[in-house]
Nanobody, 124 residues
Framework: QVQLVESGGGLVQAGSSLRLSCAAS????????MGWFRQAPGNKREFVAA????????YYADSVKGRFTISRDNAKNTVYLQMNSLEPEDTAVYYC?????????????????WGQGTQVTVSS
């Protein structure tokens, strides 16, 4: 079992930065692939970024590539999403997700464990 708790969301202006954190319970955190997804009102949940257990492999949606960075600290059981140059289109609830074996990283149904989400609002 893994429990995930996101934090770090808020209201910022376009061009600003935010860092989201996802704290995970469980002693096997380092074995899990971690992902970030987001869902804007009226939209489907979409993939943002993912990171393999070792931290060496990272993957991004085209819409955030070059602006967002995913990282993890296995000693702290935490995964981060550094978001720079935020745009109003980034406004959404951001969710952290985890699973042991994930083949299709951008597929939300590949992740068994989810956090409750944190709101990010970017004003223009």
């Amino acid at each position: 079992q893994v429990q995930l708790v996101e934090s770090g969301g808020g209201l910022v202006q376009a061009g600003s930065s935010l860092r989201l954190s996802c704290a995970a319970s469980g002693r096997t955190f380092s074995s899990y692939t971690m992902g970030w997804f987001r869902q804007a009102p009226g939209n489907k949940r979409e993939f943002v970024a993912a990171i393999r257990w070792s931290g060496g492999d990272t993957y991004y949606a085209d819409s955030v590539k070059g602006r967002f960075t995913i990282s993890r600290d296995n000693a702290k059981n935490t995964v981060y999403l550094q978001m720079n140059s935020l745009e109003p289109e980034d406004t959404a609830v951001y969710y952290c997700a985890a699973d042991l074996r994930v083949v299709a990283l951008s597929n939300q149904y590949a992740y068994h464990y989810w956090g409750q989400g944190t709101q990010v609002t970017v004003s223009s």
